[in-house]
């Protein structure tokens, strides 16, 4: 029985030790470390935004929030689907962040983006209220 047990104990042991060292080689990997270290800075990214995706991207600048339905009507001209799409991809450039509020979807400007835009004099965003 002792023998049944240690083998047991070894299995279980070589099962746990492989499982820590799968973990560990992926928090430690040297792609990700250089991915999270080496940011893109924000006007690099900036500038390989299309024509509609830096309109709408000007739009949510001097917005900072607006709805789907807000987006929808100031680019009446786009297909919803089309509109759609333009949003994600700004979205997973982190240039925005979508989320929901009383039932509706939003659309946010980053912040950290936000204070690079306010910070830079360089560009111009519209004064007063933008409807």
Do not use: C, H
Request: aromatic content about 8%; glycine content about 6%; charged content about 25%.
């Amino acid at each position: 029985m002792d023998l049944v047990g240690i083998g047991i104990g070894i299995v279980v042991g070589a099962v746990i030790g492989y499982i820590i060292a799968v973990v560990t080689r992926r928090a430690s990997s040297p792609v990700a470390a250089v991915a999270e270290s080496s940011e893109t800075p924000w006007w690099d990214v900036r500038k390989t935004l299309t024509g509609t995706q830096l309109q709408i991207l000007q739009f949510m600048e001097s917005r900072k929030e607006s709805t789907i339905t807000q987006l929808q009507e100031k680019f009446s001209f786009i297909p919803d689907r089309e509109l759609y799409y333009r949003l994600e991809q700004i979205v997973l450039m982190k240039f925005i962040s979508r989320d929901r509020k009383d039932g509706e979807v939003i659309y946010v400007l980053n912040p950290d983006y936000s204070g690079t835009v306010e910070d830079d004099k360089t560009v111009m965003l519209p004064q007063g209220d933008q409807n």
